[in-house]
Each structure stands twice: as structure tokens, then as C-alpha cells.
């Protein structure tokens, strides 16, 4: 078992920063990957970023590319931050290795989530 713990979220103005983590406990040294996720209301769950812990590539979406980062231990900074980023954002661990990062399928593993507000 893992145990994903995120921690963060808030409110901010557009344009401005956020930084999430994600406390991992239980069996760490069998995680694979570990991803972001987000979740806007009447939306679906959408892929935001992901780490392999085993080379340290990193995969993002168009949407958030060049503004968000990643990284291992696992937290996401979140710059230039837009009003389209409101939404509760999860962390989600997968073990060994898997097909998709992009997949939330693919991860067995999910935190609470925390929301994050962007005002305009």
C-alpha cells in the first residue's frame, strides 16, 4: 500500500504561483511513477504531469507545458497560473513501470486532492 498525502492548494491571482506536494508513504520504493491529475467541476479528470522515479523523465500536458514542473521528492510548482487552472488537483502514484503516463487508469494510487482557485 501507498499513501499519497497533497498539500498546498489555495487561492491565487492570475498570473501568480502555486507550489503542491505530495507526502508519500507505505511502500515508496515500489513507486514507479507518480502523476498529477486535475479535475475542474463537471469535467473529467485530466492528466497534468508525471515523473518516472527510475530515469527522471518527466511528461506534461500542451495546456500546462513550460509553466508547470514537476519532480521527485513529489511536488508540483505551478507558475503563470490562469483562471482555466482552477480546478482540485490529486497526486496519484503508480508501481513499477506502466504504458501511459496520461492515463489516470494506469495509477492505483490517489490522494485526497486539494483545490486550487485562480481568480482573474
Known amino acids: 500500500q501507498v499513501q499519497l498525502v497533497e498539500s498546498g492548494g489555495g487561492l491565487v491571482q492570475a498570473g501568480g504561483s502555486l507550489r503542491l506536494s505530495c507526502a508519500t508513504s507505505?511502500?515508496?520504493?515500489?513507486?514507479?511513477?507518480t502523476g498529477w491529475f486535475r479535475q475542474a467541476p463537471g469535467k473529467e479528470r485530466e492528466f497534468v504531469a508525471a515523473?518516472?522515479?527510475s530515469d527522471g523523465d518527466t511528461y506534461y500536458a500542451d495546456s500546462v507545458k513550460g509553466r508547470f514542473t514537476t519532480s521527485s521528492p513529489v511536488y508540483l510548482q505551478m507558475n503563470s497560473l490562469e483562471p482555466e487552472d482552477t480546478a482540485v488537483y490529486y497526486c496519484?502514484?503508480?508501481?513499477?513501470?506502466?504504458?501511459?503516463?496520461?492515463?489516470?487508469?494506469?495509477?492505483?494510487?490517489w490522494g485526497q486532492g486539494t483545490q486550487v482557485t485562480v481568480s482573474s
Open positions: 496519484a502514484a503508480a508501481l513499477g513501470r506502466i504504458r501511459s503516463y496520461y492515463s489516470p487508469y494506469e495509477y492505483a494510487y
Open positions: 507505505g511502500r515508496t520504493f515500489s513507486i514507479g511513477v
Open positions: 515523473i518516472s522515479w
